[in-house]
Nanobody, 127 residues
Framework: QVQLVESGGGSVQAGASLRLSCVAS????????MGWFRQAPGKEREFVAA????????DYADSVKGRFTISRDNAKNTVYLQMNSLKPEDTAVYYC????????????????????WGQGTQVTVSS
């Protein structure tokens, strides 16, 4: 499994931008699909965005589509989440997750199918 460490969270005002980073170590990063999930206080963890191991396909939750962009740099073992036009409802702990390659990509939206998780980074957006 890979070990994941997120960074880049913080407290911003609505409309601002943040870029989260997730650095992986351990097994071969390039053979993992990567996802971002978030969990707000009192709410269940929810899917935010995902990117396939090649970086050629991405998926986004409707709530962030058009505002967030996921990308990866396999040479740096890093996945990014660029968050623009942040809203108070984006406030949550954001988690990076890695899903090992399996026959067929399937969906990358199911948290239980991910193999490794980071410790999370807090994002707070004030109005």
């Amino acid at each position: 499994q890979v070990q994941l460490v997120e960074s880049g969270g913080g407290s911003v005002q609505a409309g601002a931008s943040l870029r989260l980073s997730c650095v992986a170590s351990g097994r071969t990063f390039s053979r993992y699909h990567m996802g971002w999930f978030r969990q707000a206080p009192g709410k269940e963890r929810e899917f935010v965005a995902a990117i396939t191991w090649t970086g050629t396909s991405t998926d986004y939750a409707d709530s962030v589509k058009g505002r967030f962009t996921i990308s990866r740099d396999n040479a740096k073992n890093t996945v990014y989440l660029q968050m623009n036009s942040l809203k108070p409802e984006d406030t949550a702990v954001y988690y990076c997750a890695a899903k090992a390659l399996r026959p067929g990509v399937g969906t990358l939206r199911i948290a239980e199918e991910y193999d490794s998780w980071g410790q999370g980074t807090q994002v707070t957006v004030s109005s």
